[in-house]
T-cell receptor, first 116, second 112 residues
Framework: DGGITQSPKYLFRKEGQNVTLSCEQN?????MYWYRQDPGQGLRLIYY???????QKGDIAEGYSVSREKKESFPLTVTSAQKNPTAFYLC???????????????FGPGTRLTVL | DQQVKQNSPSLSVQEGRISILNCDYT??????FLWYKKYPAEGPTFLIS???IKDKNEDGRFTVFLNKSAKHLSLHIVPSQPGDSAVYFC???????????WGAGTKLIIKP
């Protein structure tokens, strides 16, 4: 059955290390997104991609990087430049990249990253 | 600067009664609004949406009301059921804008 998978569910990282969060979808969606959620705040957009080999920065892209080499995959790397990386990270996808703000987004289960 | 505000962090409602979740926004350019529901350790799932050309949209037990002059929308759940216990997020978008702006969420607890 179709859906979005994120791995791992929990991730621990030492300060100064880069870490990559996986996001895979088999919904054949063109658009994919990465959000960050902190306690007491709404979801904030890190990066989004409307099509393979193309992506744009969201509101809080500093300290993060992404790639979109395949339609199904949109991995997020949290670099050592990210000052406060401990958060819950959510990946999402939607069918129509031209209607990104109105098209329903489907979310993965999330990855909780803790920096020790 | 929070453009979408959900001022109640939590709400407790008796099973069978009406749950009303509120959302306020400041950007008058927003023209499309969505509600998502999130269970612990899961990603949000889409619940219901409304365009600014309407003031009400209904889907089963869920109804969203939009008051453009007050920049306020609300989600009504009638009757409330135990499975409705979750965090509810309000989100909004403006024309030709690539992203949704999210509220901080309201945790709804349905008491038996």
């Amino acid at each position: 059955d179709g859906g979005i998978t994120q791995s791992p569910k929990y991730l621990f990282r030492k300060e100064g290390q880069n870490v990559t969060l996986s996001c895979e979808q088999n919904l054949n969606h063109d658009a994919m997104y990465w959000y960050r959620q902190d306690p007491g705040q709404g979801l904030r957009l890190i990066y989004y991609s409307q099509i393979v080999n193309d992506f744009q920065k969201g509101d809080i892209a500093e300290g993060y990087s992404v790639s979109r080499e395949k339609k199904e995959s949109f991995p997020l790397t949290v670099t050592s430049a990210q000052k406060n990386p401990t958060a819950f990270y959510l990946c999402a996808s939607s069918i129509d990249p031209s209607g990104m703000s109105t098209d329903t987004q489907y979310f993965g289960p999330g990855t909780r990253l803790t920096v020790l | 600067d929070q453009q979408v505000k959900q001022n109640s962090p939590s709400l407790s409602v008796q099973e069978g009664r009406i749950s009303i979740l509120n959302c306020d926004y400041t950007n008058s350019m927003f023209d499309y609004f969505l509600w998502y529901k999130k269970y612990p350790a899961e990603g949000p799932t889409f619940l219901i949406s409304i365009s600014s050309i309407k003031d009400k949209n209904e889907d089963g037990r869920f109804t969203v009301f939009l008051n453009k002059s007050a920049k306020h929308l609300s989600l009504h759940i009638v009757p409330s059921q135990p499975g409705d216990s979750a965090v509810y997020f309000c989100a909004a978008s403006a024309p030709s804008n690539y992203q949704l702006i999210w509220g901080a969420g309201t945790k709804l607890i349905i008491k038996p």
